[in-house]
């Protein structure tokens, strides 16, 4: 870095500053440095990439290869195309192909490190490294000063100045990993304006009356359709010992919010018609019987709870019994309460406002100089690898232009 004297300090000034080593910050900084810009990127965290490790249960989903807009929320849907076509998931393969890593996609398009998350971190301070970024951790931001033609960071590790200023901070869920709301502050600091953040691809709590019977299924599992403002994720949810989680929940909260209809069907296979049919074709056998090949026997065990008449033969039961147990399994009742929040939380919905960044270079509309990617920008994944790739993306395409 070149030292800049100023009137009373030295500065030491690049072309860009990433503000935030994880997963965006740290491909827009390789893909900037590979340029031949000076670049340095600073985290207030004592380790890079820290999500990136424990993401994925450990062996973090680091894309989708089906990602497309349709994937993604935003106040503008248009925002994510852009940056979507010009870094697709198979380009982030071929960068991993490179380094030779070991992957298996898990369920169709989603792939996650064949050993661990750690494989992906490694490859991405392997380029940083190539690139010739320099990493600065442990480094807090104090205050930030837009300039005429520099921007001037104060930090715990001294001043730097750039002409370029990339804001990759990511979220606010997991504050132990190093979440804050840096980003946000400075958007708000040039007169950005954000739409409302709310903690999302988290689990679902159940209210005080339905915990104790909920809770006593915590550890099983079973494929449910969850249902809210009209989007349906058919998947597997899992009971918790606070409620319920499992990706059909977790896609769900990007949908729902406490205080809205949420629609669980434990199910999703099983018609009204099935159930008759199976009277008529199987009289002899109980609906107990039946459930218990679809759904775990702790669950069957609860629902019998309320339909003691499970254990008759099922030509014993009425079509009312039929319709009301029906109605049961397609309208579980997990009674919802809130979320867990940020503590447990993938992502943050909400964030800077993409209507005010451009779509091409992520450069602030409010702002010359300045850029925001990642997961503080008003754009948020579904579950399966899709947050990672819009990380990449963006990360990808402001390092191009910085
Ligand atoms: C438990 C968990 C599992 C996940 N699993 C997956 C998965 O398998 N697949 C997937 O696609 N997505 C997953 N995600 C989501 C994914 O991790 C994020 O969407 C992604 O990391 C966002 O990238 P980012 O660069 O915007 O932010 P981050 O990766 O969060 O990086 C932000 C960086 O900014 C730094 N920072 C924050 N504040 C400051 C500050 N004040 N000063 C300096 N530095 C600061 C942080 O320390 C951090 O290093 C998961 C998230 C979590 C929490």
Redesign the pocket.
């Known amino acids: 870095m070149q030292p800049l004297i100023g009137d009373e300090v030295v500065v030491d000034k690049v072309d860009v500053i990433v ?9 827009c900084a390789a893909t900037a440095a590979y340029r031949g810009k000076k670049v340095l990127l ?4 004592n ?6 490790l ?4 450990g ?6 290869m089906d990602a497309a807009p349709k994937h993604f929320l935003s106040d503008n849907p248009y925002f994510c195309i852009s940056a979507l076509n010009r870094f697709s998931p198979q380009d982030f393969v071929d960068l991993v192909d490179r380094h030779g890593l070991e992957y298996v996609e898990k369920t169709p398009g989603q792939l ?1 490190c064949e050993h661990s ?1 750690k494989d992906i971190l490694a490859i991405l301070l392997t380029e940083l490294d190539w690139s010739g970024a320099e990493l600065k951790l442990n ?3 104090h205050d930030i000063e837009f300039q005429d033609k520099q921007t001037v960071l104060k930090t715990s590790q001294g001043e730097f100045a750039c002409e370029s200023l990339v804001v ?4 606010l ?2 504050p132990t ?7 946000y502050d400075i958007a708000k600091q040039v007169g950005h304006s954000l739409l409302p953040t709310r903690a999302s ?1 988290v689990p679902i709590t159940v209210q005080p009356d339905r915990k104790g019977q909920l809770a006593a299924l915590s550890g099983i599992a079973c494929d449910v359709s969850a249902t809210a403002n009209g989007v349906t994720f058919q998947e597997p949810m899992l009971f918790t010992h606070r409620g319920v989680s499992g990706p059909a929940i977790l896609q769900i909260t990007n949908f729902w919010q406490p205080g809205e209809a949420l629609s669980i069907n434990i199910s999703p296979t099983l018609s009204l018609k099935d159930l008759f049919d199976i009277r008529q074709n199987t009289p002899k056998k109980s609906y107990e019987g039946i459930l218990s090949a679809l759904l775990p026997k702790r669950l069957v065990e609860l629902i019998k709870v309320d339909f003691p008449w499970l254990t008759e033969r099922s030509a014993q039961t009425s079509n009312e019994q039929v319709e009301c147990l029906f109605q049961y399994l397609a309208n579980f009742d997990i009674s919802p309460n809130g979320t867990e929040g940020y503590r ?4 943050t919905l909400g964030g800077v406002n993409t209507n005010e960044v451009s779509s091409k270079t992520f450069e602030s509309q409010k702002q010359t100089g300045l850029y925001f ?5 008003d754009v ?2 579904w ?9 990449w993306a ?2 990808y395409c402001a390092g191009l232009h910085v």
Do not use: P
């Open positions: 503000i935030g080593a994880g997963a965006s910050g740290l491909m600073l985290d207030h965290a380790k890079a990439g820290k999500k990136i424990m993401s994925g249960g062996r973090c989903n680091f894309t989708n996650f998350a480094t807090k931001v990759a901070t990511g979220g869920s997991i990993m190093g979440a804050t709301g840096l980003g691809l447990t939380a993938e992502v990617i990642g997961e503080v920008l948020t994944g579950l399966g690898g899709y947050n990672f790739q819009w990380a963006s990360g």
